[in-house]
C-alpha cells in the first residue's frame, strides 16, 4: 500500500502540471485566432466603407482585390452555374449558387457567389435559379477562392454540383479566363436568394471568451493541484 500511495502522489503533480499546461495552451490557441480573425474582420469591414473598386480584366493581382467592396458589370454565364454543396442556413441544407459573369467587352469572367438557396427533398434534384438576361451590374464585396483543406478522399465535383471551389480546379474544369477572386453578392436581386454572408459581430469577441474559459480551466486545475497536496 505505501508503494501505491507513494506512485500516486508521484504522478497527481506530473497530470496537474499537464492538464494546466494543455489548459493554457488551448487559452493560447484561441488568443491567436482572436487576433487573426478579429484582424481579418476589421479589414473587410473597413472594405465594405471604402470606395468600390471596378473589376476589369485588367484587374489580376490578388492582393490588391482580394476583401475589397467591388462592382462588375458584363453577362451572367447561366448555363456555367455551380452549386456549393452542404451549405446550411438556419438550420435547413441549400447550396451557394455559383455563376460566372462575363465581364462587358471582354472574355474574362469573375465567379459571382449570388447567395444560398434550399435544397430539394429530392437528392438527385437542383434547385431551379432565375437568371438575368442581358447586361447588369453587380455589387459585393470580393473574397479569396477556397485553398486546398485536408480531405481523407478527393472527390472530384459531379456535374454542377460541388464540394469545394478552387482557383486551380475551376480554371480548369470551365476552362474560363476568371479573375483571381469570388464576388459575394449583395444587395436585393429578383432572384430569391438568401445573401446572409455572417454575423456583423467582431469573431474575436467569441475567441476571447473561449480564452477566458480556457484560463479558468488552467486555474481550477491550480486549485485542485495545491488542494491534493495540502491533503497529503
Not at 48 to 74: C, F, H, I, M, Y
Not at 77 to 89: M, R, V
Not at 113 to 129: F, K
Amino acid at each position: 500500500m505505501p508503494i501505491v500511495s507513494s506512485k500516486r502522489s508521484y504522478l497527481r503533480p506530473v497530470l496537474t502540471s499537464l492538464l494546466v499546461l494543455t489548459c493554457l495552451a488551448m487559452a493560447g490557441l484561441q488568443y491567436w485566432r482572436a487576433a487573426t480573425r478579429g484582424e481579418r474582420f476589421e479589414r473587410e469591414q473597413a472594405a465594405l466603407l471604402s470606395t468600390p473598386v471596378s473589376l476589369s480584366p485588367q484587374l489580376r493581382e490578388r492582393d490588391k482585390l482580394v476583401d475589397r467592396a467591388a462592382n462588375a458589370r458584363g453577362r451572367w454565364l447561366a448555363a456555367k452555374t455551380l452549386f456549393l454543396d452542404n451549405k446550411i442556413h438556419r438550420s435547413r441544407p441549400g447550396y451557394h449558387v455559383l455563376t460566372p459573369l462575363q465581364l462587358s467587352g471582354s472574355e474574362a469572367v469573375v465567379l459571382v457567389n449570388r447567395g444560398w438557396i434550399p435544397a430539394p427533398r429530392l437528392r438527385s434534384e437542383l434547385p431551379s435559379v432565375p437568371t438575368a438576361i442581358g447586361e447588369v451590374e453587380v455589387s459585393g464585396v470580393t473574397r479569396s477562392f477556397e485553398t486546398r483543406t485536408f480531405e481523407l478522399q478527393e472527390t472530384a465535383p459531379q456535374g454542377s454540383v460541388w464540394q469545394h471551389v478552387r482557383e486551380a480546379d475551376y480554371r480548369q474544369r470551365s476552362g474560363l479566363d476568371v479573375l483571381p477572386v469570388v464576388l459575394l453578392q449583395i444587395g436585393a436581386d429578383k432572384d430569391g436568394l438568401i445573401r446572409d454572408w455572417g454575423s456583423a459581430d467582431n469573431p474575436a469577441i467569441k475567441h476571447h471568451g473561449y480564452m477566458a474559459m480556457w484560463l479558468v480551466f488552467a486555474l481550477m486545475a491550480v486549485a485542485y493541484g495545491l488542494f491534493a497536496w495540502r491533503k497529503k
